[in-house]
Each structure stands twice: as structure tokens, then as C-alpha cells.
């Protein structure tokens, strides 16, 4: 048996190992190290390995409970970002000869060099993305709920109550929406094959495609329960404070909604921590909506998307068993 089977056979517990499905591959992220595995066209693995220097044992204050979900959710949209570029480099467009870089693409890769270049590029997707999901499920919802206001007179808990269900109905819209577009399914069923391998560990099989493939695809701590999360706790704190604040403008609402971003992916965080190491009635409770959502966003993969999960699961195994542990 080889070395990280023998580790997968560790007692079982809950890991604090975690992934994201990318085009084609898997991100994993251990205690220690940051695996990135690709199918590549050719059907040959392409593997990025590196080590993981956490934001808590550089800063220790950042690692505080109420201050580490901000930035933990920052880094980890970074790397998430950084994994997608990797991921899509082995499936250009068009297999027609490449570009030639633009004259800005240029000015950056001689005035700061190709990594930072890189990184630029990679601040300003995260950027973009953090501002395209906060205008289409924070800031829209408000809107709708504003322009309805204008023709309907709601009492302040009923405007409260329409932004919280068009949130929700817009959060759920698009991920079904996402879930049928060809590419966007394979991509999920990646997402399932990341979720079945960490069931795997987590109930102390080896890791072998037979024992991966038997596995669940629905997992309490998935990136999707996060958001979901955060959607419901927008919903209940924005609630509270326009019970005691009484504001009817909507570009008023929305700055307060902006203001209020960072408390709730706090608590969000410290919730998703909650309910990730125990399991009892309580916890299956609360993650049921968030499982229920990974109906469109995990499908069953197939045995090579399993291969791809068991190999990133593998690279990132600590040495030290149980040093993952939740």
C-alpha cells in the first residue's frame, strides 16, 4: 500500500482539507501545501504543488476569531483565481496561432515583471469578481425590492422580507442556470468528485477510485453552503438593523448593505467553522439549505475526474498524521 493510501486509512475524522473544481482539474488546499491537478487534452496529469504560508503565522491578529473569515475569504478567492488561469492555459480558444500580447499586456510584463504581471491580473479578477457578486445578489436585490416600493407602500418589514426572497431567488436562479450550460456541468462534476474524495478520507477509506466513487457528493463544508450561508445571514442581520433603522431610500440601503458586507462574511465564516466540526441534528439543520443547493452544483463525475481529486487530495497530505484534523 502505498504512503498516502496509508494515510487516508487514519482513523476517520473531519478534515480541514479542502478544494474547488476547476476547468478540468482540482485545487486542493491542505494545512501545508496548495495541489493543483489538470487533465490535460492529451489525458496526462498536469500537477502545481506549493507551499502554503497562512495569513494567521504571518500576522497572528488576522488569525483572530471575527477578523480571519475577511481575510481568509480574500485569500481564498485568490487562489481560486490563480487555479482557474492555471487550469485554462491547457484549453486555449482556438487552436489557431496565439496572440500577440497587447501593447498594455506589454508595458506591465517589462515595467513589473511576468509574476507580477501575473498578480496584477489576478488582483483584478478578484476584484471584478467580488464586485460583479455583490451588484447581483446584494445590491440588485435591494433595487428590485426599491423599484416595487415605488408603486406598492410596503411597511419596512415587508421591504426587508421581498429583498430577502428576491436575494434567495436570484442566488438560486443562477446557479441553476450555471449548472446547465455544458461546460459549467463539467466543472461541477469535478466539484463532485472533490467532495466524494474528501468523504473518502474523512471515513477513513483508501483512497481508490472503487471507494471514491461510492462516496456522496453533497458536503456539509462546500463552498456553496458558505454562500448560501452568507445570503441567509445578509438576510437576518439587514433585517435587525432596518428594524431599528429606518431607511426607505434605496442608494441608502444599499451603502448600508455594503457596510455591512464584512460583519456578515465574519460571522458567516465562524458559523461555517460551527457547524463543520460537529455533527449532530442542530448542524444538519442548518447546513440543509446549503446541501440542498449542491443539487446544481455537484454532479456525479466520472472515474477520471475521480483520479483527479484522489491525486490533488494525495499531494497535500501532511506528513504528520492527523496534523489536517478539523
Not at 286 to 310: C, H, K, L, R, Y
Amino acid at each position: 500500500m502505498s504512503k498516502e493510501q496509508k494515510q487516508a486509512c487514519a482513523t476517520p475524522y473531519k478534515t480541514m482539507i479542502g478544494g474547488q473544481a476547476l476547468i478540468e482539474g482540482i485545487m486542493m488546499l491542505g494545512p501545508e501545501k496548495k495541489a493543483v491537478v489538470v487533465r490535460k487534452p492529451d489525458g496526462t496529469l498536469a500537477e502545481q504543488v506549493e507551499d502554503r504560508v497562512l495569513i494567521k503565522d504571518k500576522y497572528p491578529v488576522l488569525g483572530l476569531p471575527f477578523i480571519r473569515g475577511i481575510f481568509n475569504f480574500g485569500s481564498s478567492l485568490a487562489n481560486g483565481v490563480r487555479a482557474l488561469m492555471y487550469s485554462a492555459s491547457f484549453f486555449p480558444e482556438d487552436e489557431e496561432e496565439p496572440e500577440e500580447p497587447s501593447r498594455f499586456e506589454r508595458w506591465l510584463d517589462e515595467h513589473l515583471g511576468s509574476e507580477k504581471a501575473a498578480s496584477f491580473f489576478v488582483t483584478v479578477a478578484v476584484v471584478l469578481g467580488m464586485l460583479f457578486s455583490v451588484a447581483l445578489f446584494i445590491l440588485l436585490p435591494t433595487a428590485l425590492a426599491g423599484l416595487v416600493g415605488v408603486f406598492v407602500s410596503l411597511p419596512m418589514w415587508g421591504r426587508n422580507l421581498l429583498e430577502g426572497v428576491v436575494r434567495v431567488v436570484i442566488f438560486a436562479g443562477y446557479l441553476i442556470l450555471c449548472s446547465h450550460m455544458k461546460d459549467i456541468r463539467r466543472v461541477f462534476q469535478y466539484h463532485g468528485a472533490e467532495h466524494k474524495t474528501i468523504f473518502c478520507y474523512e471515513h477513513g477509506l483508501p483512497l481508490t477510485v472503487e471507494n471514491v466513487r461510492k462516496q456522496p457528493r453533497h458536503h456539509p463544508r462546500c463552498g456553496t453552503s458558505f454562500l448560501f450561508v452568507v445570503i441567509v445571514v445578509s438576510i437576518l442581520l439587514s433585517s435587525v438593523v432596518f428594524t431599528y433603522v429606518d431607511v426607505t431610500n434605496t442608494f441608502a440601503r444599499m451603502g448600508l448593505h455594503l457596510l455591512l458586507l464584512p460583519v456578515i462574511v465574519a460571522l458567516t465564516y465562524e458559523f461555517n467553522r460551527l457547524v463543520g466540526r460537529y455533527d449532530n441534528w442542530f448542524t444538519r439543520l442548518m447546513t440543509a439549505p446549503g446541501m440542498w443547493m449542491q443539487n446544481w452544483t455537484t454532479f456525479e463525475p466520472d472515474d477520471s475526474m475521480i483520479e483527479v481529486g484522489i491525486r490533488a487530495f494525495q499531494l497535500v497530505l501532511p506528513e504528520e498524521k492527523g496534523k489536517d484534523q478539523w
